[in-house]
């Protein structure tokens, strides 16, 4: 069966307490790898465990801020193992006119949606090549790394740099066996949003998709698999966009 190689690698993902980080951790495991949830919420993390454990999947956790170093070294020496998987999902939004956002939300976006994600991308990769066993690491980005949307001007620029960074990453980690792309969903219903679109300025958002509707978390499973594992092989340095064909809505 494809992706059966997943069994037994050990994979960590980010902002695992809740949310698409959640359910990345649950498709792992349920293909049989050994997932690390990792996030600052100690007591959302222990429950998001336990669910994966109730379904027989193998589940650990450990805290990590992914915006402070010394907190990501601290968590994967407690973990104490190498990884063969990142899936780097951790992330936060920050809407805000441009003309208002003050300088702390800026740095609050693009320390965690951009240096977060290289902070934790170096460590593990780290470790993939000092184990010898290179390894495959998830950027989650977004279709506003490639186009624009108002009010969102640090989470753009942030998922921009997300899949710039992706590229560079590829380049200097191929010869040490470890592929890096980018997953760059569209807009996709969660617990979250599920208000805001069925309200009529949701409504119109999902009018400019051209499949007129909004995506489900398990539609990003196929990409996030591919990827994750041997099927993806020979696919480092990419971006998929999975937007229901979003990004390729008329101007």
Same mark, same amino acid.
């Given at each position: 069966?494809?992706?059966?190689?997943?069994?037994?690698?050990?994979? #960590? &993902?980010?902002?695992?307490?809740?949310?698409?980080?959640?359910?990345?951790?649950?498709?792992?495991?349920?293909?049989?790898?050994?997932?690390? !949830?990792?996030?600052?919420?100690?007591?959302? #993390? =222990?429950?998001?465990?336990?669910?994966?454990?109730?379904?027989?999947?193998?589940?650990?956790?450990?805290?990590?801020?992914?915006?402070?170093?010394?907190?990501?070294?601290?968590?994967?020496?407690?973990?104490?193992?190498?990884?063969?998987?990142? @899936?780097?999902?951790?992330? &936060?939004?920050?809407?805000?006119?441009?003309?208002? #956002?003050?300088?702390?939300?800026?740095?609050?976006? !693009?320390?965690?949606?951009?240096?977060?994600?290289?902070?934790?991308?170096?460590?593990?990769?780290?470790?993939?090549?000092?184990?010898?066993?290179?390894?495959? &690491?998830?950027?989650?980005?977004?279709? !506003?790394?490639?186009?624009?949307?108002?009010?969102?001007?640090?989470?753009?620029?942030?998922?921009?740099?997300?899949?710039?960074?992706?590229?560079?990453?590829?380049?200097?980690?191929?010869?040490?066996?470890?592929?890096?792309?980018?997953?760059?969903?569209?807009? &996709?219903?969660?617990?979250?949003?599920?208000?805001?679109?069925? *309200?009529?300025?949701?409504?119109?958002? @999902?009018?400019?998709?051209?499949?007129?509707?909004?995506?489900?978390?398990?539609?990003? =499973?196929?990409?996030?698999?591919?990827?994750? *594992?041997?099927?993806? *092989?020979?696919?480092?340095? *990419?971006?998929?966009? @999975?937007?229901?064909?979003?990004?390729?809505?008329?101007?």
């Amino acid at each position: 069966m494809m992706f059966d190689d997943l069994k037994g690698k050990k994979a #960590l &993902i980010t902002g695992a307490s809740g949310g698409l980080g959640l359910h990345f951790a649950e498709l792992l495991a349920r293909r049989g790898a050994l997932v690390t !949830l990792s996030a600052r919420r100690k007591q959302a #993390l =222990d429950e998001a465990c336990a669910r994966i454990e109730a379904a027989g999947g193998s589940a650990r956790t450990v805290q990590m801020d992914v915006t402070d170093s010394a907190s990501v070294v601290a968590a994967l020496a407690e973990v104490g193992t190498s990884f063969d998987i990142l @899936v780097n999902n951790a992330g &936060i939004s920050g809407a805000a006119r441009a003309l208002d #956002l003050k300088e702390a939300e800026w740095d609050r976006v !693009l320390d965690t949606n951009l240096k977060g994600v290289f902070v934790v991308a170096q460590a593990v990769a780290r470790g993939m090549k000092a184990a010898g066993h290179g390894g495959a &690491i998830v950027n989650i980005a977004s279709i !506003l790394g490639h186009r624009v949307a108002g009010n969102l001007s640090a989470y753009a620029t942030s998922k921009a740099g997300v899949i710039q960074l992706t590229r560079a990453l590829a380049l200097e980690w191929a010869r040490e066996g470890i592929r890096v792309n980018a997953l760059c969903p569209g807009y &996709i219903e969660t617990d979250i949003n599920r208000e805001f679109f069925s *309200s009529e300025a949701g409504d119109q958002l @999902v009018r400019r998709i051209p499949q007129r509707r909004l995506g489900k978390p398990e539609e990003l =499973d196929g990409a996030l698999l591919l990827l994750a *594992s041997s099927a993806g *092989s020979y696919i480092t340095g *990419s971006s998929i966009e @999975v937007d229901g064909g979003h990004l390729v809505s008329s101007l």
